[in-house]
């Protein structure tokens, strides 16, 4: 049963026919429960086919409807229409291109992924015939940073990113520092290469946005500060190691 008309005024950039971005508006009937993603999905149903969005799991879990609405950076399908006004305007991510609609480019977040080395790097190889082990301390170490769904809302809150384009950015630098903090890794010093450099942590000014939007709450700007400390503490120390690590 319809129980309220919202108007959705959504972002829309079609580069066959758009020379630059317009402002498209619904008029949308919905429930009481419904999230801004299925407002969506009404309008792609119902009113209009042709308009470009990513979706997929519905619950928070794979990231992948992460947009601006009314200006602040949400997963559609935990922006519960009952908590917004009548109208809302719906934009893609801050800080990446668009390539339609609210799809943007994720090229550069992938590019930092790499560049941050985001894979565990073994201290050393597992026992003979045996799995890691691990204790239930050891995981809680790092647990919190391996919670990350990829969703960018950091980057599109975080005002660095907008403005150093090199920039590694929040969610890479938390999924580094999950990795550091792994009793089974040893890349930590090879990984400071770039998250320690001026496009890495030192480049983050702590506004602590990132941690806000976070909808998993994996607190990315912890992460950072965190990071200052031991690669300020790897740097202090280098003197007193043997070689560093190859590359
Ligand atoms: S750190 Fe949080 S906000 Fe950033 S990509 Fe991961 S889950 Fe999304």
């Known amino acids: 049963m319809t129980e309220r008309t919202i108007r959705l005024e959504v972002f829309r950039y079609r580069p066959e026919q758009d020379d630059e971005p317009v402002w498209q508006s619904y008029d949308v009937p919905c429930r009481e429960e419904w ?24 619950m928070a879990v794979c990231g992948s409807c992460g947009m601006r609405v009314n200006g602040d950076p949400m997963l559609a399908c935990k922006a519960f229409l009952r908590d917004l006004p009548d109208r809302i305007r719906v934009e893609p991510l801050d800080h990446f291109p668009v390539e339609r609609d609210l799809i ?18 073994p201290r050393k190889p597992a026992p003979e015939g045996e799995e890691y082990r691990q204790s239930p301390g050891e995981l809680a170490a790092f647990r919190q940073y391996s919670m990350c769904i990829n969703c960018l809302l ?31 890794d040893g890349g930590r010093l090879r990984r400071n290469e770039t998250t320690a450099s001026n496009e890495g942590v ?46």
């Not at 299925?38 to 997929?56: C, F």
Request: with cysteine; proline share 6%.
């Open 35 to 58: 999230v801004v993603l299925d407002a969506l999905n009404h309008v792609k149903d119902h009113l209009d086919g042709t308009l470009s969005y990513r979706w997929s799991c519905h």
């Open 104 to 121: 943007v480019n994720q090229d550069r977040f992938l590019d930092s992924l790499s560049a941050a080395k985001i894979w565990l790097i």
């Open 202 to 247: 030192w480049e983050c000014t702590f506004v602590g946005e990132c941690s806000e939007v976070c909808p998993k709450h994996v607190d990315p700007a912890g992460a950072i500060q965190q990071m200052k400390l031991a690669s300020s503490i790897d740097w202090l120390a280098r003197p007193f190691r043997r070689k560093d690590p190859p590359s």
């Open 154 to 184: 950091c980057y599109s809150a975080c005002p660095q990113v907008g403005l150093n384009s090199g920039y590694l950015g929040p969610a890479a630098l938390a999924l580094a520092h999950r990795y550091n903090e792994d009793s089974r």
